[in-house]
C-alpha cells in the first residue's frame, strides 16, 4: 500500500515583509529602532538632539519619519514614545519635566502625512507593554511595571490594557513621596524620582568620592553598597503604597540598579516591613534582567503597529500564520 496525495511543501516566514519602527525622544537624545515581524532588530541607532523646542523636535521626528518610510517602504506603523503625561488618542502631550515641554500637539505635525501609521505614546507606557506580553499573564492579572532611569515611570496593567487613569497620570510613581528632601523638577520635595533616578544616584555616588560613578563602581563598592541601599530602601517605602492601594499580583522593576545585589535586597526588606503581611505574600516582586536585542524589539512592535497592542500582539503569538506572507 502506498501513500498517496501532494508533496510536502516547505514554508518559511519572511520577516522582512512586514517591518515596524519605534523612536524615543528622551532630553537631548533620539533614539531609533527597526525590527521585523520576527522582531529582528534591522537598524538602531541614537544621537544627540536638542530638545528644548517641542517645533524643531516635531520638524524633526518628521523628516525622521519620512526617511525611514523610504528606507523601508514595508513599515506597518511608527511609534513615537515621549516622557510625560501623554493622551494617545489624541497625540498630544500635555507636561513632560524631563523634556521641559508644556501642551504639545504632537499629532498635528502629522496631519498631512501620507506614509504607515504614527501611534504617539508615553515611552514607559510602551516598556510596560513589552514586560506584560514577555510575562505570559494568567486571565485578567494585575500588573505594575516600574521602569528606573533618566526619571521613574509607571504603568498599571489590567489584564492586557494599560489603565491611564482620567487624565493619563496612573502609574506616575516617580512622584510618589518618600523623604522630605531633595527638591524634584516636579517642583515638589522628596519624591522617589529625585533620590533614585539616574542623575540622582550619580550625583550621591559623586558625593561619596571623587570620579565615582555607576560606570566605576568597582572602584569603590563599599561606598556604592551604601547608596544601592538607600536607594533600595526608598524604592521599597514606594513599592508597598502601590501594593496597598492597587494591590496588583506583581510588580516588575525595570532598571539599571537591579544588577547590585544590596539593592534588590534593601526593596524587598523595606517594602515586606511597609506593607501588611498578607498584601505582600500575595505580591510577586521581579526584577527585570537587562533586555536582550529581541526583546527591545518586541516593545517597539508594540509601540508602533497597534493602538492597543497587547492583546493584538497576543493573537499574533498565537496564529503567527494567519496574516503573514510566506517566502
Known amino acids: 500500500m502506498t501513500s498517496a496525495g501532494r508533496p510536502k511543501i516547505g514554508i518559511a516566514l519572511c520577516g522582512g515583509k512586514l517591518k515596524a519602527a519605534g523612536v524615543m525622544v528622551e532630553r537631548h537624545h533620539i533614539h531609533l529602532t527597526v525590527t521585523d515581524y520576527l522582531s529582528e532588530i534591522l537598524e538602531e541607532s541614537s544621537w544627540p538632539t536638542e530638545t528644548s523646542d517641542p517645533a524643531s523636535v516635531m520638524a524633526e521626528l518628521r523628516a525622521l519619519c519620512q526617511a525611514l518610510y523610504q528606507r523601508h517602504p514595508e513599515l506597518l506603523g511608527i511609534g513615537l514614545g515621549f516622557p510625560g503625561i501623554v493622551d494617545p488618542a489624541a497625540g498630544y502631550l500635555h507636561i513632560s519635566s524631563h523634556l521641559g515641554w508644556h501642551n504639545v500637539d504632537i499629532r498635528s505635525a502629522f ?23 514577555l510575562d505570559n499573564p494568567t486571565e485578567g492579572a494585575s500588573c505594575f511595571y516600574l521602569r528606573i532611569g533618566e526619571g521613574i515611570g509607571g504603568a498599571l496593567l489590567l489584564g492586557n490594557e494599560i489603565y491611564s487613569g482620567s487624565s493619563w497620570t496612573a502609574g506616575e510613581a516617580g512622584h510618589l513621596t518618600v523623604a522630605e528632601d531633595p527638591l524634584c523638577n516636579c517642583g515638589k520635595r522628596g519624591c522617589l524620582e529625585a533620590l533614585i533616578g539616574l542623575p540622582a544616584i550619580e550625583q550621591q555616588l559623586a558625593e561619596k568620592e571623587a570620579g565615582l560613578s555607576w560606570k566605576t563602581r568597582e572602584q569603590s563598592p563599599e561606598k556604592v553598597d551604601e547608596v544601592m541601599q538607600f536607594a533600595g530602601h526608598y524604592l521599597g517605602k514606594a513599592l508597598s503604597q502601590i501594593m496597598l492601594l492597587l494591590n496588583p499580583s506583581t510588580i516588575v522593576i525595570d532598571g539599571p540598579w537591579n544588577r547590585h545585589a ?66
Not at 526584577?287 to 526583546?295: D, G, K, L, T, V
Open 262 to 327: 544590596a539593592f534588590r535586597a534593601a526593596v524587598e526588606r523595606t517594602a515586606r516591613a511597609d506593607t501588611l503581611a498578607f498584601t505582600f505574600s500575595h505580591t510577586r516582586l521581579t526584577f527585570a534582567e537587562a533586555p536582550s536585542r529581541q526583546h527591545k524589539a518586541w516593545r517597539w512592535r508594540l509601540l508602533s503597529t497597534t493602538k492597543h497592542p497587547l492583546s493584538d500582539i497576543k493573537k499574533e503569538r498565537l496564529s503567527p500564520l494567519s496574516s503573514f506572507p510566506a517566502c
Open 111 to 133: 496631519i498631512s502625512w501620507a506614509g504607515p501609521p504614527v501611534h504617539i505614546m508615553n515611552y514607559v507606557r510602551a516598556a510596560a507593554l513589552q514586560a506584560r506580553t
